[in-house]
């Protein structure tokens, strides 16, 4: 009512009119409303409302209210530039978390590559000793066909021995 009729208006019980006020305790036995503009549109309205019957608003209490209009109409583009810019708050917060949470990944797919890159070498160097020591039992064995000499033959297997297994000595008894 108050916003169709864009103007203060006075109710006595209004339970009466609008069920959903019966559940005020106590129940309001008069209730003054004034509307607020914002851009030229009724925005809102501000109440006050008395729960004695005793207490009756007067063009003094009209006045007062509809001050408290117009600073309820200079509030709200205030308060919606607050939502605003909280909304524009949380937007940036949930942004920065996302970017604080993909260099945490970033930085764990990185330690990943560089870990996964030096099992890679370190495998590769593997494979470049068994290659080499793979050469030398396949020398010992060429060797094993034609040499005579068997202390010679005893060094190129302990050396082949040493190379497959990564050791510092060997030793044939």
């Known amino acids: 009512v108050v916003l169709d009729r864009n103007s203060v208006q006075l109710f006595t019980h209004p339970e009466r009119y609008y069920p959903y006020l019966v559940s005020i305790s106590p ?3 008069e209730a003054l409303l004034t509307p607020f ?5 009724v925005a809102g309205t501000v109440w006050v409302v008395a729960h ?14 509809e001050s408290l ?14 939502d605003a810019t909280e ?5 940036m917060r949930e942004i920065n978390e996302a970017l604080l949470v993909s260099s945490v990944r970033q930085h764990e797919l990185t330690e990943q ?6 099992a890679l070498r370190e495998s590769e ?11 030398q039992l396949q020398e010992t064995s060429t060797l094993l066909i034609r040499e005579d000499n ?9 050396d082949a021995a040493v190379a497959i297994m990564r050791s510092n000595m060997a030793s044939i008894q």
């Open 27 to 29: 129940p309001i036995a």
């Open 125 to 135: 160097e593997r494979m470049t000793v068994e290659l080499a020591a793979t050469q």
């Open 150 to 158: 068997v202390k010679a033959l005893y060094e190129q297997i302990l």
């Open 52 to 65: 004695h019957a005793a207490r009756k608003f007067d063009a003094e209490d009209v006045r007062l209210l």
């Open 113 to 118: 590559a560089q870990k996964a890159e030096k």
């Open 37 to 41: 503009h914002a851009d030229g549109n």
């Open 87 to 91: 909304r524009h708050s949380e937007s």
């Open 69 to 82: 209009g117009h600073l309820a109409a200079a509030a709200y583009p205030l308060c919606a530039a607050l």
